[in-house]
């Protein structure tokens, strides 16, 4: 691995401009959620059983604030911030809703955090009484409704102005592991710890398609390629599958990617506009497989150590993947490389990522309940936000 890391300015077409790190304020550690109503009004709601409770920040009527308005970073961000929460078990899944004003983040608690990126604070919390953890979040693109995905083997659906969750759950499942939606949103897959792919119809809310091989162990990630016409599957057998989507065969297995040394694929992720599979391994390795390719690209640290996430930027230009070492890398497509490399000072595994729709920032958090966000026209960590803000 090169010593000096190239600017990533340049591939992402943003202008670099270097300013002083200053912190703005730290807040004072907090007490646990119940102690918190003399510092903020907080407004709860039960639902039926496994139903998530909404604990607010803001007022009554703003409780299912899921997304606001456009947001775009007007320059790098040169600002740190640090939030605390002590109930935090560990982030496992993060998503911007589509226009990157808000950061959703998915906790092993069992709520689910929605961070405003223009006042960095949080504008909405769920919990469900029930969970074994939220495992991930997805936004459906083009609207703002959040999906949920819980160890307990449940999806829910947050559609805005509405108090009630719709909760979608297979009988068979043995706990959500990740979700994705279609680029169009009109289907979610959601991948299983049971061996299992699900395709939801967002129309019907009914299972259209499963996805299964026999002996594939959990399916640790899930996602649609750029056209929607195929679906990629990262299991723990070490191999990622290709299936058709498209309507003439939908369902067919396309293709099989396994690398002999894999210890389990956690990541899967199709370039933008492009057929080209990114997979991410426990093994700490990285694999491009392009369409036709008789070998993958491989992209090997010089201490590689477990990756657990990856995402393009949506130009196609950069993957970026997340590992158990707490580095956050960026890898050039055009050049195999590492381009910049964001180690993360006092980090636990970094778990989980997310890209926000300009490709200026990158959502990495952590098993310590962390939230870095970085912005990728900046070497260093930028702002942190960690759990619940009160």
Not at 364 to 389: P, W
Request: glycine share 8%; charged share 20%; net charge positive.
């Amino acid at each position: 691995m090169q010593a000096g890391y190239r600017k990533l300015a340049s591939l992402t077409g943003v202008v670099r401009r270097d300013k002083t790190r200053k912190v703005l304020s730290k807040r004072p550690p907090t007490a646990a959620l119940a102690s918190a109503t003399a510092m903020l009004a907080v407004a709860a709601f039960a639902f039926a059983p496994n139903y998530f409770q909404f604990l607010s920040s803001t007022a009554k009527s703003d409780h299912n604030k899921l997304c606001g308005r456009p947001y775009k970073l007007a320059k790098p961000i040169a600002l740190q911030r640090i939030f605390r929460d002590p109930g935090s078990k560990g982030i496992q899944g993060l998503a911007f809703c589509p226009n990157g004003s808000f950061l959703a983040a998915a906790d092993r608690n069992g709520h689910v955090y929605v961070w405003s990126m223009a006042t960095r604070e949080i504008v909405t919390a769920m919990h469900d009484p029930g969970s074994r953890g939220v495992t991930d979040v997805a936004y459906r693109p083009r609207t703002k409704t959040l999906a949920a995905g819980d160890a307990n083997g449940s999806v829910y659906l947050w559609h805005p102005g509405r108090i009630h969750p719709r909760r979608l759950r297979d009988p068979r499942s043995k706990g959500v592991r990740a979700l994705a939606f279609s680029p169009a949103g009109r289907f979610l897959a959601v991948a299983d710890a049971n061996g299992h792919a699900y395709v939801w119809a967002m129309a019907t809310h009914k299972i259209i398609l499963t996805l299964r091989v026999a002996r594939s162990g959990s399916v640790n990630d899930v996602a649609f390629s750029g056209a929607g016409t195929i679906i990629a599957t990262g299991n723990a057998n070490g191999t990622a599958y290709e299936w058709s989507f498209a309507a003439a065969d939908r369902g067919r297995l396309r293709a099989r990617f396994h690398d002999p040394g894999s210890r389990g694929i956690n990541a899967v992720a199709f370039r933008p506009r492009n057929a080209t599979l990114a997979t991410a391994d426990n093994n700490g390795r990285a694999f491009l497989w392009p369409p036709g390719a008789s070998q993958p690209i491989v992209l090997t640290d010089a201490k590689p150590a477990k990756m657990t996430a990856a995402r393009f930027t949506p130009n196609g230009q950069v993957l970026a993947t997340v590992d158990a070492a707490s580095h956050l890398l960026f890898w050039s497509l055009a050049k195999d490389e590492i381009v910049e490399l964001l180690p993360v000072p006092g980090s636990g595994a970094l778990r989980a990522e997310a890209m926000s729709p300009d490709s200026r920032r990158v959502a990495a958090g952590d098993v310590n309940g962390k939230i870095y966000i970085s912005d990728s026209t900046h070497i260093g960590i930028n702002v942190v936000l960690t759990g619940h803000q009160h």
